[in-house]
């Protein structure tokens, strides 16, 4: 278990990651609001996702290791907005946390180091869905420049009931 004392480094995520990664999503997908997929994923089935994340160009993976452990404590990346030709300088983005790394400053690391990575490439705008209530998430989208766009009242149904999410964009 990592403490506010435990050194990180972040790094563009590979293929040996993919066990992990799926662990710390499935969290999210079994525990919580903030995914609105319903059902858990194999390794196999998410493999697609972590492909569609190569080391350059628009759409990013990075990932939060303990220096001392290897232990991957969060991933965020930049994907495709929407899949119509217009929205190509446009990238929707999105950072996942192991239940027991928040707290830490990983999400402050992960975006610092997506946001380096993304300054060289042709993108105009990033968008990030905050399923709500989540003030951590917006603290830290609003600690990055972030400005609120709009909610989407009521728009997913998870858990018997149904969630806002909050959209923020940012200049990039």
Same mark, same amino acid.
């Given at each position: ?57 628009? $759409?990013? /993976?990075? !990932?939060? +290791? ?9 991933? %965020?990346?930049?994907?495709?907005? @929407? ?18 790394? $928040?707290? /830490?400053? !990983?999400? +402050? ?9 993304? %300054?060289?490439?042709?993108?105009? @705008? ?24 709009? +909610? ?21």
């Amino acid at each position: 278990m990592p403490s506010e004392r435990t050194e990180v480094q972040v790094r563009p995520g590979v293929e040996g990651d993919l066990d992990a990664l799926t662990d710390i999503y499935n969290h999210y997908v079994r525990e919580t609001p903030i995914t609105f997929d319903t059902a858990t994923f194999t390794p196999e089935e998410r493999r697609p996702w972590l492909l569609s994340h190569p080391e350059d160009g628009p $759409h990013r /993976l990075m !990932v939060a +290791t303990a220096v001392d452990s290897q232990e991957i404590l969060g991933y %965020a990346t930049s994907s495709a907005f @929407r899949a119509k030709p217009a929205y190509v300088t446009s990238a929707e983005v999105t950072i996942y946390l192991a239940p027991d790394a $928040h707290g /830490l400053g !990983v999400g +402050t690391l992960l975006y610092k180091a997506l946001f380096e990575a993304l %300054a060289g490439e042709d993108l105009h @705008r990033a968008y990030a869905g905050i399923t709500q209530p989540n003030e951590a998430s917006v603290r830290l989208h609003e600690r990055f420049g972030f400005r609120y766009g709009g +909610t989407y009242r009521e728009v997913g149904r998870k858990f018997g009931r149904y969630w806002d999410v909050a959209w923020y964009e940012k200049e990039l």
